[in-house]
């Protein structure tokens, strides 16, 4: 299942620096899309979110871009701080037809004080 | 802030043994799934769960597992017959309302282990 990738399996940024995690989708019919954040032996935590209707949302220190055309959505984090360092899922659903996400593999991120 | 619970948080079973993974879901949600993560792959959508019934399921839920709701509060994942490959995270999850904007939460898993 390809439907969303996550081609980086791991960043490495400094404190304070802005961290960029990408991710990349096929299946057109998608129109919500999310971002997930999970520390080891826990669940994952929702973070921020973005409708197919807008191409950026933000929310403290976390922005959403979502570019439509390219099937593209990337997560910016500014500043980056230690106790971001975890792994970012992103996941994406066809809100009108179902209520199931579909998830990427994940990026490690790492940010190094 | 409100969470959801899920025990045990590890359980080790004999392949052909019956599981139930349980969970306690935040108490003003309506919305509950059930998703696993077989180690180094990705995270898997298995069931969701609204009104006292199977609201949508995967290509993975076959008939060997199945979702109750058993008190108003528990919402359980049991698996009949376990197989090897059932070995797995298996993440329970909530939500109030249906529409993503707030997502939804997880709780923090159950490793879920056949030998």
């Known amino acids: 299942d390809q439907q969303v990738k996550q081609n980086s399996p791991s960043l490495s940024v400094q404190e304070g620096r802005i961290s960029i995690l990408n991710c990349d989708y096929t299946n057109s019919m998608f129109d919500y899309f999310l971002w997930y954040k999970k520390y080891p032996a826990e669940g994952p935590t929702f973070l921020i979110s973005i409708s197919s209707i807008k191409d950026k949302n933000e929310d403290g220190r976390f922005t959403v871009f979502l570019n439509k055309s390219a099937k593209h959505l990337s997560l910016h984090i500014v500043p980056s701080q230690p106790g971001d360092s975890a792994v970012y899922f992103c996941?994406?659903?066809?809100?009108?037809?179902?209520?199931?996400?579909?998830f990427g593999e994940g990026t490690q991120l790492t940010v190094n004080p | 802030e409100p969470e959801v619970t899920q025990t045990p948080s590890h359980q080790v079973t004999q392949m052909g043994q019956e599981v139930i993974l349980r969970c306690v879901p935040i108490?003003?949600?309506?919305?509950f799934y059930w998703y696993r993560q077989i180690l180094g792959q990705k995270v898997e959508f298995l069931v969701s769960f609204y009104n006292n019934e199977i609201s949508e399921k995967s290509e993975i839920f076959d008939d060997q597992f199945s979702v109750e709701r058993p008190d108003g509060s528990n919402f359980t994942l049991k698996i009949r017959s376990t197989k090897l490959e059932d070995s797995a995270m298996y993440f329970c999850?909530?939500?109030?309302?249906?529409?993503?904007?707030?997502?939804?939460?997880f709780g923090s898993g159950t490793r879920l282990t056949v030998v």
């Open positions: 108490s003003n949600h309506l919305y």
């Open positions: 996941a994406a659903s066809e809100q009108t037809s179902g209520s199931r996400l579909t």
């Open positions: 999850a909530s939500a109030r309302y249906r529409e993503f904007v707030y997502g939804y939460t």
